[in-house]
């Protein structure tokens, strides 16, 4: 059941103009499919559909009697078109440059139509995969009752865009783009504190580096060895380009057109898509204020704390979908 499956799109046109096939390739887990409420699950920049399961990256959030359980529902799980994991080098992207955040909503929209899932209990995804969740919700405002971005954003703000820009320079002048790029965003993921914590500017045994250092190297190494170039571009690309109102207008008008239930979870030491913006957010969505609702990550940690304090984050999701999946059966 958890065997990665596919989805042929035929003739996508990408936003800029494109227009190229697809293969849009995914996983399910728990409950059979049209047995039980779908709960989507939108990878983040590195990720990818294996979201459960012994090698599943959010393992300990999705599973039998888990916060999303797979008791009760069927979870879903695209990977974005060109990230690799399938391992087809014909399914990789090269002209990154020709899609946005949007493309990729787009497509899982086109997923669901083909698997005949005409409404979702709720998408839910951190970081980039947050961000294309936004993007699902105002294409198609009644599809998802519960909106749940984690770590995230309805748009790219400035300090994203430029860390972007930092990475796809890495990404296009390096020796080592892959190694060097996650050099520098691994600094973006984490806070100076977490760090300090964590290596007290201790050494390694050798004398030869600072443990960070090490660290640091040991990451790059390890994306190095299990992940494309081409697909590190497109995601980077992805990352930079969420907006919900491009081509739109007013972003109150579009944020309150989304008929879901809104559930943002923010980390209050974000240094990349900081809590600030999750704050203002709740502002715009002032007239709809009954259907929103904002909880956050207490870290030293900085974004990636929705990978590591699994306790809270399960606690905030369960209190989410508490008394709530019955009434989607």
């Known amino acids: 059941m958890n065997q990665l499956q596919y989805i042929s799109i035929p003739k996508y046109t990408t936003i800029s103009g494109k227009t190229l096939p697809i293969p849009l390739s995914y996983q399910l887990f728990g409950c059979p499919l049209y047995s039980a409420p779908v709960i989507l699950v939108n990878h983040a920049l590195t990720g990818n559909s294996n979201v459960a399961g012994p090698q599943g990256w959010w393992q300990s959030l999705i599973g039998p009697e888990k916060a999303i359980d797979t008791n009760r529902f069927t979870v879903l799980a695209f990977n974005i078109p060109g990230n690799g994991y399938d391992g087809n080098p014909n399914h990789l992207i090269h002209d990154y440059k020709e899609f946005v955040a949007r493309d990729i909503a787009r497509i899982f929209l086109t997923g669901?139509?083909?698997?005949?899932?005409?409404?979702?209990?709720?998408?839910?995804?951190?970081?980039?995969?947050?961000?294309?969740?936004?993007?699902?919700?105002?294409?198609?405002?009644?599809?998802?009752?519960?909106?749940?971005p984690i770590a995230s954003d309805w748009k790219s703000t400035d300090w994203i865009i430029a860390n972007c820009l930092i990475q796809e320079q890495f990404l296009v002048n390096s020796k080592q783009p892959i190694h060097d790029a996650r050099l520098h965003a691994m600094l973006c993921y984490r806070t100076p504190e977490s760090l300090k914590r964590r290596f007290e500017r201790s050494k390694t045994s050798d004398l030869q580096y600072f443990n960070v250092e090490s660290w640091l190297l040991h990451h790059g190494k390890k994306l190095q060895k299990r992940f494309q170039l081409s697909a590190y571009k497109l995601m980077n690309q992805l990352l930079k380009t969420i907006d919900i109102t491009q081509g739109r207008g007013s972003v109150v008008e579009i944020l309150n057109t989304i008929e879901s239930q809104i559930h943002i979870i923010g980390i209050e030491s974000d240094l990349f898509f900081i809590s600030d913006e999750n704050r203002e957010t709740l502002k715009l969505l002032q007239p709809k204020l009954s259907q929103v609702s904002y909880h956050e990550i207490s870290s030293i940690h900085g974004h990636d704390a929705f990978l590591m304090e699994y306790e809270q984050l399960n606690t905030m999701v369960s209190s989410i979908f508490q008394n709530r999946w019955s009434k989607a059966v």
Do not use: K
């Not at 105002?138 to 009752?145: A, K, N, Q």
């Open 112 to 148: 669901l139509d083909q698997l005949n899932i005409p409404q979702l209990f709720a998408a839910i995804g951190g970081s980039l995969g947050g961000g294309i969740a936004w993007e699902m919700a105002v294409l198609r405002p009644t599809l998802i009752r519960h909106l749940i």
